[in-house]
């Protein structure tokens, strides 16, 4: 199972959300979990890498729900760790 850390923008983006944006994260984050150790994730999710952006990862989690991720430094061995950077409608990817 993956860690994780959230930077401050995700966490502001967060409290901008809705319940029921919460909520389908929440659901979309179960299958993104899935989808390690071998990287096969929901094709629902459509995981891909942000143009131009080195090492930032692209989540869709609804129509309009977007949330960005790096990959950080293993925090428990041969576990991947999860850097959330934004979250929030396709606005993030102003500045991902």
Request: aromatic letters at 12%; a positive charge.
């Amino acid at each position: 199972m993956p860690t994780h850390e959230e930077l401050p923008r995700f966490l502001r983006d967060w409290q901008r959300l809705g319940p029921q944006q919460r909520r389908a994260f929440l659901d979309a984050l179960t299958l993104f979990i899935s989808g390690f150790p071998n990287q096969s994730f929901a094709p629902q999710l459509r995981v891909k890498r942000v143009q131009g952006e080195a090492g930032v990862w692209e989540i869709t989690w609804a129509p309009d729900g977007r949330a960005t991720c790096a990959y950080g430094p293993e925090v428990l061995a041969g576990e991947p760790h999860i850097v959330w950077r934004r979250i929030g409608t396709d606005d993030i990817f102003r500045r991902p």
